[in-house]
């Protein structure tokens, strides 16, 4: 293999990889390699491709280059790879590949990097997904986000560890798909509505819910942020998800634990119903917290017709500060950790957001007028 | 105490505090605190002064405000209260000190932090430092920055914990200063001449040699660089040092060790004599040394008529780079350190740099064209 590529393009798809390949495999060095392939398509397209997986995700992704003459493949660790293309001081990357070294040379500078052999890089066993989901990658994208900062970061909570998607068709025959998170202590919905699949009526049964990892969700945006094609391929089938776009494919296994009744969970009854700047109320709260200690993260909400007074103290001090809201009610106060009430505020789009609720140690409900999303957020008890 | 401060300047004198105060003393919490302090001066300006010291240092710094009713003093958590007022979101602060607490309010926040009894706070013991020197900030700033990196970080080697400023006399009785640090693997200096002493006569004798400690020298630095006056006032004992502006007087302890005698390090005779580019040796360096790991990181510099060529290798792969050099000698080699000889090349302020040395495993001597500063690092053998 003799190549010459186009730097900022081979070094986006090494970025790429860098989301699922283990920087440093020490026990299955393999694993922290790339496999670089230069081949001329069917169409006779002149093309470079890279493939990387950590054997729970797999990613390909390809480039059109210039014509080459020798057509060949190598694998490379892939961190070190990355780190030369993006500090080579040209244009173009030279990329040529011997027995058991390649060569990456690019203004006056010549790296020699040892590679293992082709025979040895391994794939991840993928399947025929048999649900299909066109879709654009800034919306999938977006409900990734919307939702993502609720996952559960704590390693038991492994049926937590991950994106739900729940797809579901109403009586009219109408699909949509709720994008949920929880961590236990706080939940995030946005919906996916409109959508057309292959097989929408096989769709309610087993298939209907999948849960996607913490690590494939962080992989996937990356992907989907970078893409700027119209639409990817969402597919599925009951253990793995993949997306394709018109450059690349990702496929990643599902985690099999089933997801918790969330319908459930999101509150249905209001005693009251409060209207808020979010962004106003993130900047409080980033003020007031200051004077609590990491472990004891909370902070009060007291609301009356005049305003909202937030407040928090600890034995290092004590603050509050009052910001507008609009409300008609009686006083009453709730206890909120701080962290997780300014995430919310930090995910909405508007200026103008609702807590709905009971007054007392129910669940809360955070939504936004015209925008399919909502926020559930469990107050402490004072 | 209550008053009105001018947040931005307010929260400046702050953050020069932070660099010698201690976050969280718990053994002795007073010393995770500043003194502020309202008074009216001599000349009848409304001030507020803040004082801050860990017993090896102490900073003491003034600021001219709103004229106020009620003086007074209190002593409040330095770290917390310069978060607070850097996340104030109003132009003007208001601080109100009470028995055991202070309150602190600005824009719609305000908050309460507990205060511990004035009359404990403690007050570094100083002198009367007899050797004065003015100086302009901005050129004392640029010799410590000159020298500062190669301070010794190893705890073991207290005596090169810091810059060594050593006064000499020339034969015309012109005086000079040579800043100078080492740790023992690398050298920098840099000098101050045509300065003027309060007592310049004095000077040749056992004060000559003053060795300010590396903490010490980050903290007067961060004072110079926002010093907007045309001079500050250097003085020293044989144990103290202190740096005093309009607003502000700063005082150290010296380290006592006795510093290694560095102009014999300085090497004389030179067989070779290399011109190149130090910045482009930086971004040469920068890349080559990407195939190398962290513990052993040794580049090779072959020098010839056509050119240097920077190389390095390790299991992970080989590097090799051609820069242009002029030299007209025989081809040689010398392996450095890839980060010393970096910072080297970092510190340079023009586009020539010169090494000359003995092309064997002797030190070699890097300086700049109309600069009066020199580094000397020591080869690796190869």
Same mark, same amino acid.
């Given at each position: 293999?003799?190549?010459?590529?186009?730097?900022?393009?081979?070094?986006?798809?090494?970025?790429?990889q860098?989301?699922?390949?283990?920087?440093?495999?020490?026990?299955?060095?393999?694993?922290?390699?790339?496999?670089?392939?230069?081949?001329?398509?069917?169409?006779? @397209?002149?093309?470079?491709?890279?493939?990387?997986?950590?054997?729970?995700?797999?990613?390909?992704?390809?480039?059109?280059?210039?014509?080459?003459?020798?057509?060949?493949?190598?694998?490379?660790?892939?961190?070190?790879?990355?780190e030369?293309?993006?500090?080579?001081?040209?244009?173009?990357?030279?990329?040529? %590949?011997?027995?058991?070294?390649?060569?990456?040379?690019?203004?006056? =500078?010549?790296?020699?990097?040892?590679?293992?052999?082709? =025979?040895?890089f391994?794939?991840?066993?993928?399947?025929?997904?048999?649900?299909?989901?066109?879709?654009?990658?800034?919306?999938?994208?977006?409900?990734?986000? @919307?939702?993502?900062?609720?996952?559960?970061?704590?390693?038991?909570?492994?049926?937590?560890?991950?994106?739900?998607?729940?797809?579901?068709?109403?009586?009219q025959?109408?699909?949509?798909?709720?994008? +949920?998170?929880?961590?236990?202590?706080?939940?995030?919905?946005? &919906?996916?509505? @409109?959508?057309?699949?292959?097989?929408?009526?096989? #769709?309610?049964?087993?298939?209907?819910? !999948?849960?996607?990892?913490? &690590?494939?969700?962080?992989?996937?945006? &990356?992907?989907?942020?970078?893409?700027?094609?119209?639409? +990817?391929?969402?597919?599925f089938?009951?253990?793995?998800? %993949?997306?394709?776009?018109?450059?690349?494919?990702?496929?990643?296994? !599902?985690?099999?634990? &089933?997801?918790?009744?969330?319908?459930?969970?999101?509150?249905?009854? *209001?005693?009251?119903?409060?209207?808020?700047d979010?962004?106003?109320?993130?900047k409080?709260?980033?003020r007031?917290?200051?004077? #609590?200690?990491?472990?004891?993260? %909370?902070?009060?909400?007291?609301?009356?017709?005049?305003?909202?007074?937030?407040?928090?103290?600890?034995?290092?001090?004590?603050?509050?500060? +009052?910001?507008?809201?609009?409300? @008609?009610?009686?006083?009453?106060s709730?206890?909120?950790?701080?962290?997780?009430?300014?995430?919310?505020?930090? *995910?909405?789009?508007?200026?103008i957001?609702t807590?709905?609720?009971?007054?007392?140690?129910?669940?809360? !409900?955070?939504?936004?007028?015209?925008?399919? =999303?909502?926020?559930?957020?469990?107050?402490?008890?004072?």
């Amino acid at each position: 293999m003799r190549i010459c590529v186009e730097k900022t393009a081979f070094f986006k798809i090494l970025t790429h990889q860098q989301s699922l390949i283990n920087k440093r495999s020490t026990t299955v060095p393999v694993l922290s390699h790339v496999l670089i392939k230069a081949h001329y398509s069917d169409q006779g @397209d002149p093309i470079v491709s890279v493939h990387g997986t950590d054997m729970e995700m797999s990613l390909w992704e390809k480039e059109i280059i210039k014509p080459f003459e020798s057509p060949g493949a190598s694998v490379v660790c892939a961190h070190l790879l990355c780190e030369i293309v993006r500090k080579i001081d040209d244009q173009w990357v030279t990329l040529e %590949s011997f027995e058991n070294h390649i060569t990456i040379q690019g203004g006056a =500078a010549e790296f020699h990097l040892p590679t293992l052999p082709v =025979a040895e890089f391994p794939f991840m066993e993928t399947q025929d997904l048999p649900f299909e989901l066109l879709i654009h990658p800034g919306v999938l994208a977006d409900v990734i986000k @919307d939702t993502s900062f609720c996952v559960a970061t704590e390693e038991t909570r492994y049926a937590l560890a991950g994106i739900c998607f729940h797809f579901r068709e109403d009586t009219q025959h109408q699909l949509s798909c709720n994008v +949920v998170a929880t961590d236990g202590h706080r939940l995030a919905l946005s &919906r996916l509505t @409109d959508i057309r699949m292959n097989q929408s009526a096989a #769709i309610s049964g087993t298939a209907s819910l !999948l849960v996607i990892g913490r &690590r494939t969700v962080q992989s996937m945006l &990356r992907l989907l942020e970078s893409d700027s094609g119209e639409t +990817v391929s969402f597919r599925f089938s009951a253990n793995q998800v %993949s997306i394709q776009g018109e450059k690349f494919q990702f496929f990643s296994r !599902l985690l099999i634990d &089933r997801f918790p009744d969330y319908i459930g969970a999101i509150p249905k009854n *209001h005693l009251f119903r409060v209207q808020f700047d979010p962004k106003e109320l993130m900047k409080t709260l980033d003020r007031v917290s200051m004077v #609590i200690e990491e472990r004891t993260r %909370s902070v009060k909400l007291a609301f009356c017709k005049t305003g909202l007074t937030v407040s928090a103290h600890s034995s290092q001090g004590s603050a509050k500060e +009052v910001i507008k809201i609009s409300y @008609d009610g009686e006083d009453f106060s709730l206890v909120f950790n701080a962290r997780y009430l300014s995430e919310i505020c930090q *995910h909405a789009r508007g200026n103008i957001m609702t807590i709905e609720g009971t007054k007392n140690q129910n669940p809360v !409900l955070f939504q936004e007028n015209n925008r399919d =999303a909502l926020y559930v957020l469990m107050p402490i008890s004072a």
